[in-house]
């Protein structure tokens, strides 16, 4: 069956610093990748997606790459705020009739000033 | 657009009572979607709607859980006697369909069983 592993957290950095939140999948055929972000007391909220093999999803700073060769959706950004202090999500969709996600477990963030 | 909207937010039942949970997807979406959601761990995938059909359940849910999306507008989600294993975040999506299929995610029902 399908499952997505993430790094486990937390992962702690300093404001500035670069990120990088591991995730990788397993699944047939050419999954279609997310990653989500929970901020403390909200709801999940798509970050990016990629939706073939090379494509880069990037929003508000972020970027992922899917690598269908490592099958790895690594999340970056290259320089974090203390409001990129969340929960990320990864995720696959199937692209199949149902499309339902299949979520990794979460890596929470903590960014001190 | 007023994104997906569930009811009500917070929700303290004792074992054995009957609970039910309301979500309303963004207007335009033919697709939604009911996750649950464990403290630490990531959604995990309960049934799934296009339009007014139930096309998806997982074995996770089991007989006690019953959904319905009548009209294929709003949907409720029911939990007839409830155990503490049942406490969790309850999760609703919708999507438009088609793909990448981009799933759109409300607030959560958080439910307590005590």
């Known amino acids: 069956g399908n499952s997505v592993t993430q790094m486990e957290g937390p992962v702690t950095l300093s404001e500035e610093a670069f990120l990088t939140i591991n995730c990788t999948y397993t699944a047939t055929g050419y999954p279609s990748l997310f990653w989500y972000v929970q901020y403390p007391g909200e709801g999940l909220q798509l970050l990016l997606k990629?939706?073939?093999?090379?494509d880069k999803g990037s929003n508000k700073g972020f970027e992922a790459t899917y690598r269908k060769e490592t099958t790895s959706f690594h999340l970056e950004k290259g320089s974090v705020q203390v409001s990129d202090s969340a929960v990320y999500f990864c995720a696959l969709s199937p692209n199949n009739a149902g499309n339902m996600l299949t979520f990794g477990g979460g890596t929470r963030l903590m960014v001190k000033p | 657009d007023t994104g997906v909207s569930q009811d009500p937010r917070h929700k303290i039942t004792k074992r054995g009572q009957n609970v039910t949970f309301r979500c309303d997807p963004i207007s335009e979406h033919n697709r939604l979607y009911w996750y649950r959601q464990t403290l630490g761990q990531g959604p995990e995938f309960l049934t799934y709607f296009q339009n007014e059909a139930q096309l998806e359940k997982s074995r996770l849910l089991s007989d006690r859980f019953s959904a319905e999306r009548p009209k294929g507008s709003f949907s409720t989600l029911e939990i007839q006697r409830t155990e503490q294993g049942d406490s969790a975040m309850y999760l609703c999506a919708s999507s438009p369909g088609g793909l990448p299929n981009e799933q759109y995610f409300g607030p959560g029902t958080r439910l307590t069983v005590t």
């Open positions: 990629a939706t073939k093999a090379d």
